[in-house]
């Protein structure tokens, strides 16, 4: 099937209230807007160089989210490019975002990046140390916490992130129960092509689909 094709029928199976974004790291532009095209109303960028060419090729078409490890160094240019950070998950990092925003007069949305797995070569904040992040995080006036994301497990078995999803969701609803001032707790970014039907049952409503859309990346 093309591109459009797939984002397409991922579409029409998902439930009223899930969003989809296309994970487009090392996707041409063309390939970008063939999925916005299908439907595709969020794109997703591992990487800041590679999504400013990208949307300057493609613009405004579609919201922009960063949903790889976010450099300092990158920050500035990220706050410029991106609607939304998906991968904060430290204090310092947010207190960058907040900085930039502050410069370029807007708020950026974020999500708290959860390590559910407690894998040490992950970036992310352990379920345990989420709520101190978020409530430092909520009291910086340029940033929105609009809820949590997590990766899970990249390989084996979609059942072996069913822990981590359920996991997050679980933190997801606590600090949601919390009420904390200026942290929505709107979504829950969980799930990727191998996993998301695994993420949607255990309560994602932003699931992340790079292969499933684009199909693989070529080898180099």
């Known amino acids: 099937m093309t591109i459009k094709q797939n984002v397409r029928k991922i579409l029409s199976e998902l ?6 974004v296309a994970a487009a790291k090392t996707r041409e532009p063309r390939e970008i807007l063939e999925a916005i095209e299908g439907g595709a109303g969020i794109i997703g960028e591992n990487y800041v160089q590679e999504a400013e060419k990208s949307r300057e090729a493609v613009g405004g078409r579609a919201a922009w989210h960063f949903i790889g490890h976010l450099q300092r160094n990158k920050v500035k240019k990220a706050v410029e490019i991106f609607d ?12 960058e975002i907040d ?3 502050a410069t370029a007069g807007r708020t950026m949305p974020v999500l708290v ?8 070569q992950k970036s992310g904040v352990a379920p345990e140390d989420a709520e101190p992040l978020i409530r430092e ?8 916490v609009m809820g949590l994301m997590t990766m899970g497990p990249l390989t084996g078995h979609p059942e072996e992130s069913r822990p981590c999803f359920a996991e997050t969701k679980r933190l997801f609803d606590r600090i949601k129960g919390l009420k904390l001032p200026n942290v929505a707790m709107q ?34």
């Open 113 to 120: 990046e959860i390590n559910s797995g407690r894998e040490p």
């Open 15 to 20: 439930p009223a209230g899930v969003r989809l």
């Open 99 to 101: 900085k930039r925003c």
């Open 187 to 220: 979504y829950l970014s969980m799930g990727m092509t191998h996993s998301y039907r695994v993420a949607l049952e255990e309560g994602a409503n932003l699931i992340r689909i790079g292969t499933g859309i684009f199909g693989e990346r070529p080898r180099k």
């Open 137 to 144: 995080i909520a009291a910086l006036p340029h940033i929105r």
């Open 84 to 95: 939304m950070i998906e991968t904060v998950d430290s204090a310092e990092i947010a207190r």
